[in-house]
């Protein structure tokens, strides 16, 4: 059945997808959304992180996320990679994106390294007019240009850790997105869209079980300011996790390693906000190979963070 959309709302829905990067990107493929990840995890070994994801399972134009991602080093231990590809969906519209991420690590002290990283990203909208019924005719002409839109972005994050404590940031620094005037969407933003911290530490040492809790924040222009918090407990065979985000939702995951260089997993996401009586549960699934043998505990990497 066709829908009838307010274009309005459309250019919000987008700006949430901007960080609603799952519980299972942010701990297994974290340079998604922090560049200066790239390269840190799978303990410098490469690595595929692919993930699927179904927002409020049974609503009708319900949001789904798909995320295809590699990381790795290249000519040193010090130069981190990454690669992201995002396949965002809400109702009528689609959002596809590609991004690159390089980082460099310094031995910042004994105990501690940084990296600093860079993101360059390019998307592009597509808005599908079988999915609706246009309430204007004039929307036509606006539905063209946004589809025709090239958008440009770029991050910068860094990321400080030890062997047990880790505390990160990214921000996008520049776009050429405006999301409430698709005319003016060649001009240059310098204002961040959002800056996300997160920051956590091993609660037990023992190589046998880990476990990591952590805390997340997320702020910006036209978004409510996020709190997250989320504890992991890891094995040499298996790993669970729970996070919750005041206000939003609950999260789940949990998997299982396999030969040292395989992980499957699965997500599960309950709305605990004032829409629970209407917005249905959300489930993922998500597959890592790893290029090269892990140490088979450390299955994260060289930081807690993973």
Do not use: C, W
């Not at 130069?79 to 995002?86: A, E, I, V």
């Not at 597509?126 to 440009?152: A, C, E, G, M, W």
């Not at 009586?277 to 890592?288: C, D, R």
């Amino acid at each position: 059945m066709k829908k009838y959309i307010i274009l309005l709302f459309l250019p919000l829905s987008l700006l949430g997808q901007s960080i609603d990067i799952s519980f299972a990107s942010r701990m297994f493929n974290p340079s998604v959304i922090n560049p200066a990840a790239a390269g840190l995890i799978n303990q410098g070994n490469s690595g595929i992180f692919v993930e699927h994801q179904s927002k409020y399972v049974g609503l009708d134009g319900a949001p789904s996320m798909s995320n295809v991602g590699y990381n790795g080093r290249i000519f040193s231990e010090q130069l981190g990679f990454g690669l992201n590809f995002n396949n965002d969906n809400v109702g009528a519209v689609s959002k596809f994106r590609f991004a690159t991420d390089l980082s460099y690590k310094i031995q910042a002290s004994a105990l501690y390294s940084i990296s600093f990283g860079v993101k360059g990203g390019i998307s592009k909208n597509d808005f599908d007019v079988t999915k609706l019924s246009v309430l204007n005719p004039s929307d036509q002409s606006i539905i063209d240009q946004f589809n025709q839109n090239i958008i440009y972005d770029f991050s910068v994050g860094f990321f400080i850790y030890s062997q047990n404590f880790f505390i990160e940031a990214a921000i996008p620094l520049l776009s050429n997105e405006n999301f409430f005037s698709v005319a003016d969407s060649n001009s240059i933003q310098l204002q961040p869209e959002y800056i996300y911290t997160s920051a956590g530490f091993k609660l037990l040492a023992d190589r046998e079980f880990q476990v990591i809790p952590s805390v997340a924040f997320f702020n910006g222009k036209n978004l409510e300011f996020s709190k997250e918090a989320s504890i992991m407990a890891m094995t040499p065979q298996y790993f669970f996790g729970t996070s919750y985000r005041f206000d939003s939702h609950f999260s789940i995951i949990a998997g299982l390693n396999l030969l040292d260089t395989f992980t499957i997993g699965y997500t599960y996401e309950s709305i605990v906000s004032s829409l629970k009586p209407t917005i249905k549960n959300s489930h993922g699934i998500f597959l890592k190979l790893n290029f090269g043998a892990l140490d088979p505990v450390n299955v994260n990497l060289v930081s807690p963070r993973f």
